[in-house]
């Protein structure tokens, strides 16, 4: 089992166990257990509000601001808030913490030594972060839990994927399982990218979808750095959440 359950939360990225640090709710969305050993997750919940938020936006360093500084309020409080997450997770690993810069298509520059994926979604947002010498990269994603739009499905899902999904909700009573599959190939992609720097469409991943909370995503672009993704997913408060990591070599 590549994400061996954990019981106990540490403070120090020399134990094993993950860390998940919750901000606004009074239980963690996000279960130890989904996430990778060594791991630091944090995660924010906000209400909706009329006005964006800034406040965690106007607490980065400078550097990060500037990065989306012509952008509307939106998207700065979203900017702001799975940023905020980030620099939470990466006291894990760090005590004096560079700015987080942004590389290709946006992929957010982590520390050296540090790999790491950002995700925000309605009213949550969250940052994965772990160790390099135990994960070349992780991806981590979260969506609201409810159906996707008409029409999404068929678009995002391949044939054999399409019939797996629709036989494990029959056959386990499973319900969401569409929108799992689309954020386990959101979290599949974070994963990819970094290792590639090119982008994969929703069709260059097979995901095989398993109703125990896991699930393997067979890459089919190539060249690629890894055969297949392995991941966990989880639907918990409301929400979609999965995550994704490759064993370092």
């Not at 980065?60 to 700065?76: I, M, S, Y």
């Not at 929703?202 to 672009?221: K, P």
């Amino acid at each position: 089992m590549m994400y061996p359950a954990t019981t106990t939360a540490t403070t120090t990225a020399m134990q094993d166990a993950a860390v998940v640090e919750s901000f606004g709710a009074a239980q963690s969305t996000i279960p130890r257990g989904l996430l990778p050993h060594g791991a630091a997750c944090a995660e924010l919940h906000s209400a909706p509000t009329k006005q964006p938020d800034l406040q965690y936006f106007q607490s980065l360093p400078v550097e990060e601001q500037a990065l989306v500084g012509t952008a509307v309020d939106r998207r700065k409080a979203d900017f702001g808030d799975s940023r905020w997450c980030a620099h939470q997770a990466l006291k894990s690993f760090m005590d004096v913490q560079p700015p987080i810069l942004r590389g290709p298509r946006g992929m957010p520059l982590f520390p050296d030594g540090i790999a790491g994926s950002l995700t925000h979604t309605e009213g949550f947002r969250a940052a994965l972060l772990a160790p390099t010498h135990r994960w070349q990269s992780v991806g981590i994603d979260a969506e609201v839990a409810r159906p996707l739009p008409e029409g999404v499905f068929s678009t995002i899902a391949r044939p054999g994927e399409q019939r797996r999904i629709r036989n494990t909700m029959r056959s386990e009573d499973l319900q969401l399982l569409d929108t799992v599959l689309f954020s386990a190939k959101e979290a599949t992609y974070k994963a990819w990218f970094p290792l590639t720097h090119r982008f994969l469409d929703f069709d260059q991943a097979d995901i095989d979808l398993r109703a125990d909370g896991t699930f393997t995503s067979y890459l089919l672009a190539r060249p690629v750095p890894v055969p297949f993704i392995q991941g966990r997913w989880t639907i918990r408060n409301g929400y979609v959440i999965t995550v994704t990591a490759v064993p370092a070599n």
